[in-house]
Nanobody
């Protein structure tokens, strides 16, 4: 079964950028739908961005035009480029991998947007 590990979180000022990475184990990464979810303080976990095995993407309205999800199947990696960050983007960001009945979560990486 695939495992995923996130990296790239940190503290950034409003208006800044970060790139999150999620590396997956296994040889069939290309078949998985991947997603970046986030959970802010006192909030429910929500989908920020998703990408299908075929490369189709979808975004939460709150991040459209600022975040970009991409995948590199040769590196078993999915990325989340986050630009124009705002304080309300502060959250733990989780990588998710889905295929048929498989649904795998990473441990999460903290993103804090503050001056």
């Amino acid at each position: 079964q695939v495992q995923v590990v996130e990296s790239g979180g940190g503290l950034v000022q409003p208006g800044g950028s970060l790139r999150l990475s999620c590396v997956a184990s296994g040889s069939i990464f290309r078949l998985y739908a991947m997603g970046w979810y986030r959970q802010g303080p006192g909030k429910q976990r929500e989908l920020a961005a998703g990408i299908s095995s075929g490369g189709n993407t979808n975004y939460a309205d709150s991040v459209k035009g600022r975040f970009t999800i991409s995948r590199d199947n040769a590196k078993n990696t999915v990325y989340l480029q986050m630009n124009s960050l705002r304080p309300d983007d502060t959250a733990v960001y989780y990588c998710n991998a889905r295929l048929s009945g498989i649904n795998v979560w990473g441990q999460g990486t903290q993103v804090t947007v503050s001056s």
